[in-house]
């Protein structure tokens, strides 16, 4: 079964950083394109930064960019997401998912949750 | 900054056609922009309905289909059923690497 399952989720107080990692199993994510999306509880969806399977190139949405940094280690057929200075607005669940035809997600983990209170 | 649009809300009848739809803030959706439709139910991941403007993903009923309806991408739901009451999302890929996903409409059957 092709499965994404994401970690390192947690209370973390403001300013604080957090690693989210994303395993990949039943598949390779080498040469897939990934991202991460989160929403905040009751809100809608967010994309926040791809990763290009093919030279490791990033893009981030304009709101995190220069806080979060987007990683990969296709031998460990994993993704990573750095999280720093985090703030209340951070809270939310975050999902890594495999990125195809630019903006077909297809594969979703079951997300981890990330608290950023005092 | 990009905004996309989409209805709030929205209801339609049991066995009814709806369609909801994906604007720009400014200017117009066409396939340059990918959109692509995601289904959402309460306490689950999404689920890709629509890639592409119009590509069903493996497994969509052909209930649901996308298309460009003037300046905005859409997503028709034909016949509807009690289990599409749900939120829906679209996504678009604007430019420079970024997607921005709509504030989604929740879909009411009834």
């Known amino acids: 079964e092709e499965q994404l399952v994401e970690s390192g989720g947690g209370l973390v107080q403001p300013g604080g950083s957090l690693r989210l990692s994303c395993a990949a199993s039943g598949f390779t994510l080498r040469n897939l394109d990934m991202s991460w999306v989160r929403q905040a509880p009751g809100r809608g969806l967010q994309w926040l930064s791809c990763?290009?399977?093919?030279?490791?190139?990033?893009d981030y949405a304009d709101s995190v960019r220069g806080r979060f940094i987007l990683s990969r280690d296709d031998p460990k057929n994993t993704v990573f997401l750095q999280i720093n200075r985090l703030r209340v607005e951070d809270t939310a669940v975050y999902y890594c998912v495999t990125t195809r035809d630019v903006t077909r997600f297809d594969h979703w983990g079951q997300g981890t949750l990330v608290t950023v209170s005092s | 900054q990009t905004v996309v649009t989409q209805e709030p809300s929205f209801s339609v009848s049991p066995g009814g056609t709806v369609t909801l739809t994906c604007g720009l803030s400014?200017?117009?959706?066409?396939?340059?922009?990918?959109p692509s439709w995601y289904q959402q139910t309460p306490g689950q991941a999404p689920r890709t309905l629509i890639y592409?403007?119009?590509t069903r993903s493996s497994g969509v009923p052909d209930r649901f289909s996308g298309s460009i309806l003037g300046t905005k991408a859409a997503l028709t739901i034909t016949g509807a059923q009690a289990d599409d009451e749900c939120d829906y999302y679209c996504?678009?890929?604007?430019?420079?690497?970024?997607?921005?996903f709509g504030g989604g409409t929740k879909l009411t059957v009834l």
């Open positions: 996504v678009l890929y604007v430019s420079g690497g970024f997607r921005v």
């Open positions: 592409n403007t119009d």
């Open positions: 990763i290009s399977g093919r030279g490791g190139g990033t």
């Open positions: 400014s200017g117009s959706v066409s396939s340059i922009y990918h």
